[in-house]
């Protein structure tokens, strides 16, 4: 299709979760795709659920993952403006046409005759549609009343990009609220108004708007203009597989993990990976062969389930993707206080031999705790190590003594460490489980470490001796 426009349509409501943002990154990459426009539109027309500040953290969200959009409320755009609070004058002239075509009315009832309405139908045993009680004589829409479109129900088929052909009777087609009596237009409507006005191309939503397009067509019809591309994406459940992930049951704002040091695109591969597959085993993939692979007909029709687990190893797979000088700027900001009266070059070794570790950068703090500063030695570090704990003391002591005295001898090459400890083995007669286990222990006062080699290295001769000595002492 030429000249593709997709946009993300927030209501500022609150915090993004991982669900809201798979929506805005699958519209962000069919527009790149095709080299179109994504652009960020604000339905803030529900006054009573809008919560201060959500636009600038939805705009920060998207910013911060690099979906970028190329109109919005912020930047503007041929189409402004891009709140739909800003359009309340284009939405009454668009009703306006409606009426005159004798294609909506003022609704008169109040919500407790609607209720009424609505328990009749249900004492009939058949569903409620307020077409059904439609009055015969509406008064005059003035504003002060709810405007509602009058349908004229029939049969529909439709296609949907990810789900394939779809159909609805007729009973799915009812007169729903165009206006609110406060002057703001419903989702239903003002949608429809400025997706068509703003040129939109592809419409990408959520599951749970699937039972209202036939009622969308209904008004599509009614001011004879055409809908854009349908592409219905599946939910994505929470971790218990049972229902949709939601911010009542817990979901994450998706800053919150920026915060914890998960990599923007790590999230966004993890996003995509969501219920999208090219058909391959490739897991892992960078911005630029997403938007080369993705296509809305390799979407699944089934929910995807979120996976923690999943994250956490995909952003690790993608800290190992970069290189020492990317990562470095990464951690700044997550480094142990301690840190600070170290040089970049002490800094870097450290992250080399860690790299292949970590798996989100808020770990730097309590895995490089031990390169800094001298800890407190732990006895119950050997305690809990059953092996360990099975050795009397002054085996352990002896076993240290000769580590240490090796060590002494080292020039302190990764080659020689690795030399020396290896004899050791041979030496005490011992596995790298109990010996290399009691030296790490002594070391770092840690229960894991990087490869034990790389870490004495780094730390050097005269901090290795002190901390073997202060273990001695404490056994």
Not at 307 to 333: F, P, S
Not at 366 to 395: C, H, M, W, Y
């Amino acid at each position: 299709m030429d000249n593709v426009r997709t946009r993300f349509a927030p209501s500022p409501t609150g915090y993004m979760h991982v669900g809201g943002v798979r929506t805005a990154l699958f519209a962000w990459l069919v527009a790149k795709q095709a080299n179109g426009k994504f652009i960020l539109r604000i339905e803030d027309t529900d006054t009573e659920r809008h919560t201060e500040g959500s636009e600038e953290h939805i705009v920060q969200t998207l910013k911060t993952l690099g979906l970028n959009y190329d109109e919005g409320p912020d930047i503007g755009g041929n189409f402004s403006p891009y709140r739909q609070s800003e359009r309340l004058a284009i939405y009454k002239e668009w009703a306006n046409k409606l009426v005159e075509k004798g294609r909506a009315y003022a609704d008169p009832y109040t919500p407790q005759e609607v209720e009424g309405f609505r328990n009749k139908a249900k004492e009939e045993k058949k569903p409620f549609l307020f077409r059904d009680y439609r009055p015969e004589n509406p008064p005059r829409w003035d504003g002060t009343q709810p405007l509602r479109f009058r349908c004229e129900p029939k049969d529909y088929s439709w296609h949907d990009e990810i789900i394939g052909e779809l159909s609805a009777t007729k009973e799915a087609v009812d007169d729903f609220i165009l206006i609110k009596s406060d002057g703001y237009p419903t989702y239903n409507f003002a949608h429809i108004v400025d997706d068509y006005l703003m040129q939109i191309s592809h419409i990408i939503r959520a599951q749970e708007f699937l039972a209202s397009i036939p009622r969308y067509l209904n008004l599509y019809e009614a001011f004879s203009i055409e809908h854009p591309a349908f592409a219905t994406v599946p939910f994505v459940l929470g971790p218990d597989g049972k229902k949709k992930l939601s911010k009542r049951d817990g979901a994450k704002d998706v800053l919150e993990y920026i915060t914890e040091g998960y990599l923007p695109e790590a999230l966004i591969n993890f996003m995509a990976s969501l219920g999208w597959n090219d058909g391959t085993t490739q897991e892992i993939y960078d911005i630029s062969e997403l938007i080369a692979k993705f296509k809305l007909s390799d979407v699944q029709k089934s929910p995807a389930k979120f996976d923690d687990k999943r994250l956490i190893w995909m952003n690790g797979a993608h800290i190992r993707r970069l290189d020492l000088d990317e990562l470095y700027k990464k951690v700044e900001g997550f480094w142990p206080e301690a840190s600070k009266a170290y040089d970049e070059s002490y800094k870097k070794k450290v992250l080399t031999i860690l790299k292949d570790r970590l798996k989100y950068l808020s770990e730097l703090k309590s895995l490089t705790g031990f390169f800094f500063e001298d800890l407190r030695v732990k006895p119950e570090l050997i305690s809990q190590d059953k092996k360990l704990d099975a050795i009397d003391n002054k085996q352990l002591q002896e076993w240290l003594l000769t580590a240490r005295q090796s060590l002494e001898q080292s020039d302190f090459s990764l080659e020689d460490i690795t030399k020396r400890l290896n004899n050791l083995l041979a030496q005490t007669k011992q596995q790298p489980a109990i010996l290399f286990s009691l030296i790490r222990i002594a070391i770092t006062q840690a229960p894991s470490s990087p490869g034990l080699f790389e870490t004495i290295e780094v730390l050097g001769k005269d901090r290795v001796l002190k901390r073997i000595d202060l273990q001695i002492a404490k056994l």
